[in-house]
């Protein structure tokens, strides 16, 4: 039975270390590329060994006006995931505790989430450019807030199921009301989960590419879209593609080792059904 569970180890070893490998591997690659100068990322077979170089991140930030674009999808992504929390948070605890709009609401608000995004885009270009909110950061906010609020309502609702109901009501008793109750148990009690929602919809915002493409201009053109700007008829620049998308991966990985814990616990959270 020891040497069967050791085999059955080193094979759940060895199948972890392949999966981890092929998501791994791709992400180191583009990593080295951004070191290389523009021959030697072009030849084959590829350099393993070669003479760093950070002409392809000064040239991004110098010459391909990274910051800004970089500006863009932080305010961007920032105000639609502070908006979509306090809304979808009151929207969720409603609707959960009060069953506000029946249980017809739950099921239109997953059924939200199937609708292909390119349906909307042509729809969303023509009324922004009526009423003058194409290429300006509030176009897009609303936008991202169309298909990221009811992802947060949805998620809320899981989370705050899992607060107990009677603290609700030994709350009401000793005299708080129905917004105290939200302010001082549910939200507390739901932190993990609020986190987990944030952090989520904010990566939703950040890599969103077919609205940013249609909607957006050169002032308030996201990463996504600027990165993409670099592949051209003339070429592509995969240095610079590599080392912009180096930077944009950065605050992704920055906040995952700075909420793990969080995270985990809010995802722990939302998947025990209460």
Same mark, same amino acid.
């Given at each position: 039975?020891?040497?069967?569970? =050791?085999?059955?180890?080193?094979?759940?070893?060895?199948?972890?270390?392949?999966?981890?490998?092929?998501?791994?591997?791709?992400?180191?690659?583009?990593?080295?590329?951004?070191?290389?100068?523009?021959?030697?990322?072009?030849?084959?077979?590829? &350099?393993?060994?070669?003479?760093?170089?950070?002409?392809?991140? =000064?040239?991004?930030?110098?010459?391909? &006006?990274?910051?800004?674009? +970089?500006?863009?999808?932080?305010?961007?992504?920032?105000?639609?995931?502070?908006?979509?929390?306090?809304?979808?948070?009151?929207?969720?605890?409603?609707?959960?505790?009060?069953?506000?709009?029946?249980?017809?609401?739950?099921?239109?608000?997953?059924?939200?989430?199937?609708?292909?995004?390119?349906?909307?885009?042509?729809?969303?270009?023509?009324?922004?450019?009526?009423?003058?909110?194409?290429?300006?950061?509030?176009?897009?906010?609303?936008?991202?807030?169309?298909?990221?609020?009811?992802?947060?309502?949805?998620?809320?609702?899981?989370? +705050?199921? =899992?607060?107990?109901?009677?603290?609700?009501?030994?709350?009401?008793?000793?005299?708080?009301?129905?917004?105290?109750?939200?302010?001082?148990?549910?939200?507390?009690?739901?932190?993990?989960?609020?986190?987990?929602?944030?952090?989520?919809?904010?990566?939703?915002?950040?890599?969103?590419?077919?609205?940013?493409?249609?909607?957006?201009?050169?002032?308030?053109?996201?990463?996504?879209?600027?990165?993409?700007?670099?592949?051209?008829?003339?070429?592509?620049?995969?240095?610079?593609?590599?080392?912009?998308?180096?930077?944009?991966?950065?605050?992704?990985?920055?906040?995952?080792?700075?909420?793990?814990?969080?995270?985990?616990?809010?995802?722990?959270?939302?998947?025990?059904?209460?």
């Amino acid at each position: 039975m020891i040497g069967e569970s =050791r085999w059955v180890q080193w094979a759940s070893h060895l199948i972890l270390g392949t999966a981890s490998a092929l998501v791994l591997l791709p992400l180191l690659w583009v990593l080295r590329t951004s070191f290389v100068d523009k021959v030697v990322a072009y030849r084959m077979p590829p &350099d393993l060994f070669f003479t760093p170089t950070l002409d392809n991140y =000064r040239a991004i930030l110098l010459e391909f &006006d990274f910051g800004t674009f +970089f500006l863009n999808s932080l305010i961007i992504a920032l105000v639609t995931t502070v908006i979509a929390l306090v809304i979808g948070s009151l929207a969720a605890y409603a609707i959960d505790r009060f069953r506000t709009g029946g249980p017809v609401v739950p099921v239109a608000i997953l059924a939200t989430q199937m609708m292909p995004p390119i349906v909307l885009v042509i729809p969303f270009f023509l009324i922004f450019k009526r009423v003058g909110l194409a290429d300006t950061h509030a176009g897009l906010i609303i936008t991202y807030l169309t298909f990221n609020l009811p992802y947060v309502v949805w998620l809320m609702m899981s989370f +705050f199921k =899992r607060v107990p109901r009677e603290l609700d009501e030994a709350a009401l008793i000793d005299g708080a009301g129905f917004f105290g109750v939200f302010w001082h148990i549910i939200l507390p009690a739901a932190l993990p989960g609020i986190g987990a929602a944030g952090v989520l919809s904010f990566v939703l915002c950040w890599n969103e590419f077919l609205f940013a493409l249609m909607l957006s201009g050169q002032e308030t053109k996201t990463l996504p879209v600027a990165i993409s700007s670099l592949v051209t008829q003339q070429g592509t620049a995969i240095g610079a593609v590599c080392a912009s998308t180096v930077l944009a991966i950065a605050p992704m990985v920055i906040i995952y080792f700075a909420i793990r814990k969080l995270l985990v616990a809010g995802l722990s959270l939302g998947a025990v059904k209460g």
